[in-house]
């Protein structure tokens, strides 16, 4: 039988490798980009998006679904089921702002030609940087949201 502890655990980690990610890259990643030049920002971040691709596609329905889980799960205590649900509603917002901002972006670094990227690449970097930093700071809201639910239930 599912346990109420096992889908917030799941949830929780989740958020919280998508949170670690985000700010990885904003608070490692960004200060050093941001003083690269063209041809080798287009490259690192041509990297930087095929190493996490796939773990960020993965770890967004993993999370969504296990927090609505546990949203029925915890329905009959009404702090938790707050907090759960606030949780849910940040994470959900980062997913929507890598839909629609993150992954667009991504798509148009990934068909840049690293040797002659475009002259608006720095305006391009800024966007990215800024949907970043929203993303991460959504999913640091959702992590604290579920630990808290987790923390007590």
Same mark, same amino acid.
Request: aromatic share 10%; with cysteine; net charge positive.
């Given at each position: $039988? %599912? ?16 949170? #670690? &990610?985000?700010?990885?890259? =904003?608070? #490692?990643? #960004? ?17 930087? &998006? ?5 773990? $960020? ?5 993993? #999370? ?6 546990? &949203? ?6 009404? +702090?938790?089921?707050? *907090? ?13 702002? +890598? $839909? ?20 608006? *690449?720095?305006?391009? @970097?800024? @966007? *990215?940087? @800024?949907?970043? $930093? %929203? ?15 987790? =923390?007590?239930?």
């Amino acid at each position: $039988m %599912i346990t109420t502890e096992l889908v917030q655990s799941l949830g929780f980690v989740g958020v919280s490798v998508a949170a #670690s &990610i985000a700010f990885g890259g =904003l608070l #490692s990643l #960004s200060p050093v980009r941001r003083n690269l030049d063209a041809v080798t920002y287009t490259r690192v971040q041509q990297r930087f &998006i095929k190493a996490v691709d796939g773990l $960020m596609k993965a770890i967004y329905p993993i #999370s969504l679904i296990a927090t609505l889980v546990a &949203i029925v799960l915890v329905r009959h205590h009404s +702090t938790v089921l707050g *907090w759960t649900i606030a949780g849910f509603a940040l994470l959900l917002g980062a997913f929507i702002d +890598t $839909m629609a901002f993150d992954l667009p972006l991504n798509k148009e670094f990934l068909g840049w030609s690293a040797d002659t990227p475009p002259t608006t *690449w720095q305006a391009t @970097r800024a @966007r *990215w940087e @800024r949907v970043n $930093m %929203i993303r991460a700071l959504l999913l640091a809201g959702a992590v604290v949201c579920l630990y808290l639910a987790a =923390l007590l239930g």
